[in-house]
């Protein structure tokens, strides 16, 4: 297990003002999945020091916002968005600040589904490749979400696996971002060292619009 596990509170859905509470209590990591609802919360919350994940799919149109706020992008999942990011995150590389921060998602899905986020495992290196490559951008780990309605922990098992073949050609790729409220302690068991919990400390969100 590794040493430490941050906790990303994931606050879609929830006001800014709920961002600030959560800060009082200590959590400095905080996850968002839609731009239109990030970058404003972002805006809101300037003076916290908050570190912003970006944790939901995300078009190329949207990376230059993204880029604007996010501490770490979670949800890399295609060659193309890499560079698009590459580019939006350019003008930190001049300033020789860090890269953003960037997890390769991968889908632990039965049959591969587009519409859900995540690489296909056969191209997940691949993509961790062009992260590690691309200007502006440091490739940190890999993250996942687990499929609804089946048992989690073969599918964290098969998350791991994954995630140590990244790590032969990156061994800097130590982070492995997967578990929510409903399986986060299967996520733990498999060596997350990142969950990511909305409902838990945020109670239900209203169903999807
Ligand atoms: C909403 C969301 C979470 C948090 O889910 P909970 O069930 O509220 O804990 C985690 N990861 C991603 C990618 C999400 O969109």
């Not at 239109?36 to 149109?61: I, M, S, Y």
């Not at 992008?73 to 193309?80: A, F, L, N, Y």
């Not at 953003?100 to 039965?110: E, G, I, K, S």
């Not at 191209?123 to 062009?130: G, H, I, P, Y």
């Amino acid at each position: 297990m590794p040493e430490a596990i941050t906790l990303v509170a994931v606050t879609k859905t929830f006001p800014a003002r709920d961002v600030r509470l959560l800060t009082e209590l200590g959590i400095r990591d905080v996850g968002e999945n839609r731009d239109q609802e990030a970058a404003p919360k972002a805006d809101d919350c300037a003076d916290l020091g908050v570190r912003w994940h970006f944790v939901g799919q995300l078009q190329t149109n949207k990376v230059r916002s993204v880029a604007q706020y996010a501490w770490c992008v979670q949800s890399i999942d295609r060659v193309k968005l890499v560079h698009a990011l590459s580019r939006a995150t350019s003008r930190r590389a001049d300033d020789h600040q860090p890269g953003l921060r960037c997890l390769a998602q991968v889908q632990l899905d039965d049959d591969y589904d587009a519409r859900r986020g995540g690489a296909r495992p056969a191209e997940l290196r691949a993509v961790a490749d062009a992260v590690a490559e691309a200007p502006g951008l440091e490739l940190a780990g890999v993250m996942a979400v687990a499929p609804v309605d089946v048992d989690p922990r073969p599918r964290f098992e098969w998350l791991r696996s994954l995630a140590d073949q990244v790590r032969v050609d990156h061994p800097q790729a130590r982070w492995l971002s997967a578990g929510m409220t409903h399986d986060l302690e299967a996520a733990i068991e498999f060596g997350a060292t990142h969950v990511r919990i909305g409902r838990a400390l945020l109670g239900e969100r209203p169903p999807l619009r």
